[in-house]
């Protein structure tokens, strides 16, 4: 079993800033990467971004240039780092494992809302 506990979130003016942690826990030592989806209201889970234990990253086409994946694996950590924030990323941010015995995990969320 894997934990993951998101943590962030929350209420930000558009052009603002906030930055998203997830922690693991548990059996971890199968995970070999780690991501952050999004699902905003009336719309399907989009991936944002993937970060692998050697520290290569991947983003949605759409958001790269805003926000920036990275780890700390003595934490066993993973962060989003959004910036110049738009109304349309407001959404529950997920944080995902990706493990090699197949078995993947999601965090509970963490609501981002955009607004003035």
């Known amino acids: 079993q894997v934990q993951l506990v998101e943590s962030g979130g929350g209420l930000v003016q558009p052009g603002g800033s906030l930055r998203l942690s997830c922690a693991a826990s548990?059996?971890?030592?199968?995970?070999?990467?780690m991501g952050w989806y999004r699902q905003a209201p009336g719309k399907e889970r989009e991936l944002v971004a993937t970060?692998?234990?050697?520290?290569?990253?991947n983003y949605a086409d759409s958001l790269k240039g805003r926000f920036t994946i990275s780890r700390d694996n003595a934490k066993n950590t993973v962060y989003l780092q959004m910036n110049s924030l738009k109304p349309e990323d407001t959404a529950v941010y997920y944080c995902?494992?990706?493990?090699?015995?197949?078995?993947?995990?999601w965090g509970k969320g963490a609501l981002v809302t955009v607004s003035s």
């Open positions: 995902r494992t990706y493990s090699y015995s197949g078995m993947n995990y």
């Open positions: 548990g059996s971890i030592s199968s995970i070999y990467a």
């Open positions: 970060i692998t234990n050697r520290g290569l990253t």
